[in-house]
């Protein structure tokens, strides 16, 4: 009788009696040989001339808040595959986020699955940030927050992405409670249906739910300091703002939690709320803005409640019907909705605090930010012409 184990050592025999013991050595190692890509390899030693390992391609770079994700991402030496609808000039200037041959662009559009898997097939990491703040001829609110995004979403799923990070928005509901529209914000439904259609083809998808969101070229500080969205020096407001709760966020640190989720693991399949440190009242914040502008009440500022106003919403519905692509200083009836919202945080979803992002206060850069939109900018004004600094906004609990 013979017995047969497999064993890691050299042959060996050992006779005794009738029964024979061989020992064979075998390996445990796989029989297909994998072969590694050395340019996904990390290189340098940090910054914009190295390469982390990180292949992002990041959907809407051309937004507002998709230069700032850029510039955080090629800063870690990021490489960056950046899609883009029209003209290449609106993404031009993001080749400087990363050294020679670490930006590299891509033609696309959002219903050419074709193009969207060109797009995402060599990264690791999908960041979604197209969105759209108000219906055009071309696209409405489903085309781009739920359809779009649900395309974007099944081609990282087929090209085996490890992240997709997805922007939502704050108060994203099924069905929003109106103010000034009959049927309530359709954008915020539409960002509702849109996570769902998302989380269905990419359950491990992390979501980011923003408040308003302010810094260079924002819309929210640029939207009340326009001079189209007041009826002269007067501000007309939903009951004059005084029901309404505000928590905005500044750019670069929703853009540097994008940055602290990629790097986390744990963030993976988890929604953030992407909030300010503190909560004002709508009132209180647009009379601080004008203060800071030095167009305050001896200017002529006036808030009131538009309710009252006729005249403006005749402005607001032609303003929308006239300029289909591009309404005069964002005003459309959609934007008066969503202005009416509170930003409801929920003390249960994390917020960008749990992605270790240090939150920045509208205190600290409020001047910067509107000092573009400022009363008699370039006049060269005394000490005791105006105060050194106006009194800002109280936050409330």
């Known amino acids: 009788m013979a017995l047969v184990l497999n064993k890691g050592s050299n042959i060996l025999r050992k006779h005794s009696g009738i029964v024979a013991i061989a020992c064979i050595r ?33 959907f809407g770079a051309s937004g507002f808040v998709g230069r700032y994700v850029c510039n955080r991402l090629g800063k870690i030496g990021t490489q960056l595959i950046i899609p883009y609808h029209g003209d290449n000039y609106h993404v031009m200037r993001l080749k400087l986020c990363g050294d020679l041959g670490q930006v590299l662009f891509q033609p696309f559009h959002l219903f050419d699955d074709e193009a969207l898997d060109k797009a995402v097939r060599y990264s690791n990491v999908v960041i979604n940030l197209v969105g759209r703040d108000w219906e055009t001829l071309n696209f409405k609110f489903d085309d781009v927050h739920v ?20 922007f939502s928005a704050l108060n994203a509901q099924e069905k929003p409670a109106p103010h000034v529209l009959t049927g309530g914000s359709q954008f915020l439904a539409s960002k509702w249906r849109g996570e769902m259609a998302v989380l269905e083809e990419f359950p491990t998808a992390t979501i980011f739910r923003p408040a308003d969101i302010y810094g260079q070229e924002d819309r929210f500080l640029r939207y009340y300091a326009h001079h189209w969205r007041r009826q002269t020096q007067l501000m007309p407001l939903w009951k004059k703002g005084e029901h309404t709760i505000k928590a905005p966020v500044f750019v670069s640190d929703v853009a540097a939690g994008v940055v602290n989720a990629i790097k986390d693991p744990d963030s993976a399949g ?38 009252l106003d006729p005249l403006f919403k005749l402005k607001v519905t032609l303003t929308q019907k006239l300029c289909l692509s591009w309404p005069v200083g964002n005003l459309h009836w959609e934007r008066i909705e969503r202005e009416c919202v509170s930003d409801d945080i929920n003390t249960s979803i994390p917020t960008l605090e749990d992605l270790c ?34 009194e800002p906004a109280k936050p409330v609990p």
Do not use: C
């Open 26 to 58: 075998t390996s445990n190692y796989a029989s297909d040989v994998n072969s590694y890509n050395l340019a996904s390899l990390k290189r340098g030693t940090g910054g914009r001339s190295s390469f982390n390992g990180i292949v992002a391609t990041v």
């Open 147 to 166: 359809k779009g995004a649900k395309r974007i979403a099944a081609a990282a799923r087929r090209a085996g992405v490890e992240r997709l990070i997805h």
């Open 270 to 307: 988890k929604i953030y709320q992407a909030v300010g440190p503190r909560r004002y009242l709508l009132s209180d914040l647009v009379d601080w803005f004008y203060r800071v502008m030095k167009k305050d009440e001896k200017w002529g500022y006036i808030r009131y409640d538009m309710r």
């Open 357 to 390: 992002v240090t939150l920045t206060h509208l205190e600290n850069q409020i001047a910067w930010e509107l000092k573009p939109y400022m009363y008699g900018i370039y006049y060269d004004r005394d000490f005791d012409d105006f105060a050194v600094r106006p």
